[in-house]
Each structure stands twice: as structure tokens, then as C-alpha cells.
Nanobody, 121 residues
Framework: QVQLVESGGGLVQPGGSLRLSCAAS????????MAWYRQAPGLERELVAI???????NYADSVKGRFTISRDNAKNTVYLQMNSLKPEDTGVYYC???????????????WGQGTQVTVSS
């Protein structure tokens, strides 16, 4: 079995910063793409940023220049550094990883449980 555990959410004032972490653990053979999504109340889940195993990155237009995604392959961990936060960044942030487990040897998506980010004064 594979688990993704997120941490780092919380309440921050507009203009502030937060750093999210997501660690994959369990029977891992290989971790491919890792990504962050978010879901605001009443809206669909949207992709925020994605990073490949060789560190190629892509961002939603709304976060370009403010958020930075990175990963540590040795730790199977992905990070999201969020700067200049705005109230519209509020939502539940989920990490997703494409993981091949040692049991199935086939890759599939795994999701974290989500962490709340609230940007408010």
C-alpha cells in the first residue's frame, strides 16, 4: 500500500507565505509525476503545479511567479512554497503522485488527504 501525507497548511494573512509538504511512503517502487491541486468551496478541484521526476515544472497561470513546486526524490517528497498569498488562494490543497508500488508494479494515481489553506486578514 502507498500513502501520501500532507502538512503545512494553516491561516495566513494576505501577502504572507506558507510551505506545504507531501511525503509518499509504503511499498514504493517508483514515483513519477508529483502535483498539487486545490479546491475552493463550491468550485472544482484545479491543478496548481506539477513537477516531473527530472524536475520539469508547470504552473497554473494564477500562481505563476508566486508559487514554487520542488521535490526530493530520495525522500519521495514534494513541496509547494507559496508566497504573496491572496484570499483567492484559499482552499483545500491536495497532493497527487503517480506511483508504482512493489506489489502491483503498475503506476497509478494516489492522493493525499488534503490540507486547509486560509488566506484572510
Amino acid at each position: 500500500q502507498v500513502q501520501l501525507v500532507e502538512s503545512g497548511g494553516g491561516l495566513v494573512q494576505p501577502g504572507g507565505s506558507l510551505r506545504l509538504s507531501c511525503a509518499a511512503s509504503g511499498n514504493i517502487l517508483f514515483v513519477s509525476d508529483m502535483a498539487w491541486y486545490r479546491q475552493a468551496p463550491g468550485l472544482e478541484r484545479e491543478l496548481v503545479a506539477i513537477i516531473s521526476r527530472n524536475h520539469n515544472t508547470n504552473y497554473a497561470d494564477s500562481v505563476k511567479g508566486r508559487f514554487t513546486i520542488s521535490r526530493d526524490n530520495a525522500k519521495n517528497t514534494v513541496y509547494l512554497q507559496m508566497n504573496s498569498l491572496k484570499p483567492e488562494d484559499t482552499g483545500v490543497y491536495y497532493c497527487k503522485s503517480v506511483v508504482a508500488s512493489t506489489m502491483t508494479r503498475s503506476a497509478r494515481d494516489y492522493w493525499g488527504q488534503g490540507t486547509q489553506v486560509t488566506v484572510s486578514s
